[in-house]
């Protein structure tokens, strides 16, 4: 039996080392680079479930169950680690210093309530930063994004100084409340980018599907835009940088007019006796380009200044002058900018303010815009001056009598030099984010914030003015006013629950309230005689919005994702029984490359699929208060009269008490790749966008209401569309890097529903009206048709492309326009009878399937290389597919336009060359032209001149041009105009930047 014993010892001597074995610990320290504690991080045994946490001062203990062991550190943004511990007397000290992981600082992203991993996302969250930016000089800052991201959209309002764009995300989702996306500044929802100082943004985040956007609920049915602005940087030491620009400005392109040799043989050929006589002929010489003579090149100063630091605090100020003379003549912009950026900690470093300041100062002179469109049609055969003193020495149209005609067009240089209009801004925003720290793993926030701005200015036309001249010059001035006040209270507890599951959980309060007010001012003359009285109700308008939402992110194994969001939103622009809206979403996310089966390969460094959904809201209207009945001041032309008054009214407007939200429910199917360690990645995403309850303006039968048109909640449409975009890193070494990015995207929108209860006999709601006529429109919001498609008649056309007028002379057409062989030709020779019923009239205007203001392609192309010490790039973009109403030459393309019987002569553009038009033809298809462009939107190139003086003074040389090339088939002035209607654009000038760096 001595082998029994013998066995029984040895398991006893197994069972006993085991057992003392499971008492050993390994202690030790996580910390960074720097030598500073990374509380929170995960130490875990390969091969074992045992775990542990770092502690606030970054130290941990772990008990294992053997004497030799492998310990890992990980936390999110670090590289993980390993170490071989061997135990001795049942202990062992192991100390760990992680590093930040290689891409960090471009990988982190900030979405909402908070920053995520790339890897880590699960919605459509494109994030673009300071060195993917447009290089330039720029009064607004959405124009450094311009062709960066795909499925956005940013047209540019004109080339006025400091115009803001149109910006829209995966196209439009409403008919008549705002299209807009959210835009949040360092955590404050703003009214508007405005005149934030481009230099001082680090980066723009766009939110695009509804997983991503749903935290932000009611507002986010349009995308948000997350900016953040640039701020120091802990332990760093004091850093001064310096940029100077110097922009030169030029009008490239110009309505394309008769000469005064056309126009003399115009008048020659076609006018009257007395329009004969209207021409000028004392000096046949006499020529006026009336264009030239109210542009100029323009030039822009920009001057920044930066000063960071983060020795005892992190902070970044951030002061700017930028000043610019428009291409208009007159027409000048003064931005003055201040932002403040700080993060002081209290209570040992547990709590935390982290505090964003911004001051916007502007001062601007409005140069008399009128005088664009008056410049293309004033007859060139007359001078700018007149030889005497009368309306400040310019020509003008004039009555026997001397005084000016009441019906003729004003001289567009005395339009710009006889009219003052001088206004300032200030805008201020900012917000204070209490950030503590309870625990390791939860943070309490909150967010206390508000907007101001005030805008006022003062207009002035003097008395010897023509275009004042019945009222003895003019005398006014405007004022306005908005509040945006904020605060939100919430919480983050972010854990990794095991070696396996990390939890992100946020959840919160918010209350956001805006307020709007104008005074009202009597209108003067230059002797302060009156000339309309002030509005005795002065505009006021506010409205609130009270929020709870939360959310949770789950990561596991690094495999899955998952997040899921929950806002409720109350608005006081909807009654109380439609005032609450629930917005849902949820997103998953699988890393492929996580599972074993990929373990090793080397072509993929990314390969996730994402798929989300979710329900946004919208609340934007332009009413305040649409859903109770109120009154209006009634306008100067309706008043009612009293003996010999006139007394102004109060009118009811129409309303509808059950207004309520507008929705839009988006489905999301990605694929994120990455090949050769990331040399070429990229992503694509299929889209699909529901929005019913249509927040819509309808016709409504005449007695049922107090207007013919009401807001309400109409019907439905969809939005479908892909987008994709790839990057590639083609050469990068030492001395040389080179990169190249391409983004597409295509969408479709269709109107689905458009009424309450459907009618078949209407053709839809008539929008987009257009100069020329009374009342007339070119466009429709139609069943089946995208929003604002072009609606006319079908132009019918010779055999040589000339199109036919109604009651057109047959001499000008090829043969055989003469269908009925009457002598003329009749309307439905000119326009194609679509019903058949031998007449042309309403029944007979097209719906255009296809032809709408928004491209159905947008693709974007850049290319930015390095060697030693050069750099440049260029920026690329297009848009096909998109149609334009020429309304510039359906105006002033047609004979008509000349002045009949008026004692003025007008100019023509010269497609009255190729139409001889004799009479308008507002509503033909001719008008209708694609507009499809590539653009070169930017091009630069930079030296660094490395340090100046004794290793300081890091000095760097840039050259830019901006909007440098346009091709395009469109006939007007510029392919891009927000709306698909061309009338008298501000153009946008090219522009030559020469920008100096320095850092002190």
């Not at 929170?40 to 001062?57: F, K, M, P, Q, R």
């Not at 008919?175 to 404050?188: E, W």
């Not at 008048?267 to 542009?295: C, H, K, M, V």
Request: proline content about 4%; charged content about 15%; aromatic content about 12%.
């Amino acid at each position: 039996m001595n082998w029994k014993r013998t066995l029984g010892f040895c398991l006893s001597f197994l069972f006993l080392a085991t057992t003392a074995f499971a008492q050993g610990r390994v202690i030790g320290s996580v910390k960074d680079a720097f030598g500073a504690a990374l509380p929170g991080a995960i130490l875990s045994v390969e091969g074992s479930s045992a775990t542990a946490t770092a502690d606030n001062n970054g130290m941990y203990a772990l008990t294992v169950s053997s004497n030799q062991v492998t310990v890992t550190a990980s936390m999110m943004g670090y590289a993980s680690a390993s170490q071989r511990a061997t135990l001795s007397n049942g202990s062992a000290s192991v100390n760990f210093t992680l590093k930040e992981e290689a891409v960090t600082l471009d990988d982190i992203v900030v979405i909402g309530y908070g920053t995520s991993n790339i890897k880590d996302l699960t919605g459509s969250v494109v994030s673009v930063k300071t060195k993917s930016f447009q290089k330039g000089s720029f009064s607004t800052p959405e124009a450094l994004i311009l062709g960066k991201t795909p499925g956005v959209r940013i047209t540019s309002n004109s080339g006025m100084p400091g115009a803001g764009s149109r910006i829209r995300i995966r196209g439009g989702s409403s008919l008549n409340a705002s299209n807009d996306p959210l835009i949040v500044i360092d955590g404050l929802p703003a009214d508007g980018l405005g005149l934030l100082n481009p230099s001082d943004i680090e980066s723009f985040t766009i939110l695009k599907d509804a997983s991503a956007t749903a935290i932000y609920g009611s507002r986010a049915a349009n995308g948000v835009i997350l900016v953040t602005t640039k701020k120091g940087k802990a332990n760093a030491p004091f850093r001064a940088e310096v940029t100077a620009v110097t922009s030169f400005r030029n009008v490239t392109n110009q309505v394309d007019v008769l000469t005064p040799d056309q126009f003399r043989e115009v008048i020659g050929q076609y006018g009257t006796s007395t329009q004969q006589t209207r021409l000028a002929t004392a000096d046949p010489a006499q020529s006026t380009n009336w264009q030239n003579e109210i542009y100029q090149t323009g030039m822009v100063n920009d001057y920044n200044v930066a000063l960071t630091g983060g020795l005892k605090m992190p902070y970044r100020l951030g002061l700017g002058m930028y000043h610019e003379k428009g291409v208009l003549k007159r027409s000048d912009l003064k931005r003055y900018t201040a932002t403040l950026n700080a993060s002081p900690s209290f209570l040992n470093g547990k709590l935390k303010a982290n505090t964003s300041a911004k001051l916007i100062a502007s001062d601007n002179f409005y140069a008399n815009q009128g005088a664009i469109g008056t410049a293309v049609f004033f007859d060139p055969t007359r001078p700018v001056h007149s030889g005497d003193s009368a309306y400040g020495g310019y020509f003008e149209w004039t009555m026997p009598n001397g005084t000016p005609s009441a019906l003729s067009p004003r001289n567009p240089v005395g339009l710009i030099n006889l009219r003052d209009d001088q206004g300032s801004n200030t805008r201020a925003l900012g917000n204070i984010l209490f950030d503590y720290q309870a625990s390791d793993y939860l943070h309490l926030f909150m967010n206390v914030g508000g907007e101001y701005s005030y805008t006022h200015g003062n207009i002035f036309v003097p008395a010897l003015a023509a275009m004042a001249y019945n009222n003895g010059g003019e005398r006014y001035q405007y004022e306005s006013s908005r509040t945006n006040r904020l605060i939100e209270l919430y919480g983050n507890y972010n854990k990794q629950l095991s070696n396996r599951v990390h939890v992100d959980l946020t959840g919160g309060y918010s209350f956001q309230h805006w307020s709007s007010s104008a005074p009202s001012f009597p209108s003067l003359n230059e002797a302060g005689d009156t000339i309309s009285p002030a509005n005795p109700f002065p505009f006021f308008s506010e409205n609130a919005l009270m929020s709870f939402y939360g959310r949770g992110n789950f990561n596991i194994s690094n495999k899955y994702l998952v997040t899921a969001t929950l806002r409720s939103d109350a608005s006081s622009r909807f009654s109380k029984e439609s005032r609450w809206g629930l917005f849902p979403s949820a997103a998953l996310a699988w890393n492929v490359l996580q599972e074993d089966i990929f373990a090793g390969q080397t072509l993929f460094s990314n390969l996730k699929v994402r798929v989300g959904y979710g329900l946004t809201g919208q609340q934007d209207i332009y009413n305040d208060y649409g859903y109770i009945p109120n009154y209006n001041y009634g306008t100067a032309t309706a008043q009612y009269q009293f003996g010999n008054n006139w007394v102004d009214i109060l009118r009811p407007d129409a309303y509808d008490y059950n207004l309520q939200w507008e929705k839009t429910a988006t489905t999301n199917i990605a694929l994120d790749y990455g090949f050769l360690k990331g040399r070429i990645n990229g992503s694509v995403d299929v889209y699909h966008k529901n929005t019913f309850d249509l927040l819509g303006v309808v016709p409504i039968p005449a007695g049922t209401n107090f207007s013919n048109r009401v807001l309400t909640n109409v019907g439905s449409m969809t939005n479908n569309g892909v987008e994709a975009s790839v990057n590639l890193v083609l050469v990068d070494n030492a001395t040389t890097n080179f990169e190249v990015g391409f983004n597409a995207s295509r969408n479709r929108n269709q109107i689905t529903k458009l009424s309450l209860v459907q009618d078949t006999t209407s053709p839809g709601i008539q929008v987009g009206g257009i100069a020329g006529g009374v009342g007339n429109t070119i466009q429709i919001h139609a069943l089946g048709m995208p929003m604002y498609t072009f609606y006319s008649y079908e132009q019918i056309y010779d055999a040589n492309g000339r199109p036919l007028e109604r009651n057109g002379s047959l001499d000008q057409y090829s043969d055989g326009v003469d269908v009925n062989g009457n002598g003329k030709i009749d309307d439905i020779e000119a326009y194609v009878d679509q019903n058949g019923d031998g007449v042309i009239n309403t029944g007979d205007l097209v719906a255009w399937a296809g032809k709408t203001p928004e491209p159905r392609q947008i693709f974007g192309f850049s290319a930015n290389f390095s060697h030693k010490r050069w750099s440049g790039g260029m920026t690329w973009r297009a848009e096909q597919g998109q149609y334009m109403y020429n309304n510039l030459a359906s105006n002033h393309g047609n004979y008509f336009e000349v002045g009949g019987s008026m004692r003025h002569l007008n100019n023509l553009v010269t497609d009255f060359l190729n139409t001889g038009f004799r009479s308008p033809q507002y509503l033909s298809s001719y008008y209708i032209q694609e507009a499809s462009f590539i653009r070169l939107d930017n091009l630069y190139l930079s030296y660094n001149l490395g340090t100046l003086y004794k290793d300081k003074y890091a000095t760097s040389l840039n050259l830019s041009v901006q909007n440098a090339l346009v091709i395009t088939k469109y006939q007007g002035l510029d392919p891009e105009i927000g709306g698909g209607i061309d009338n008298m654009i501000y153009p946008r000038p090219r522009v030559f930047n020469i920008q100096l760096n320095v850092s002190l």
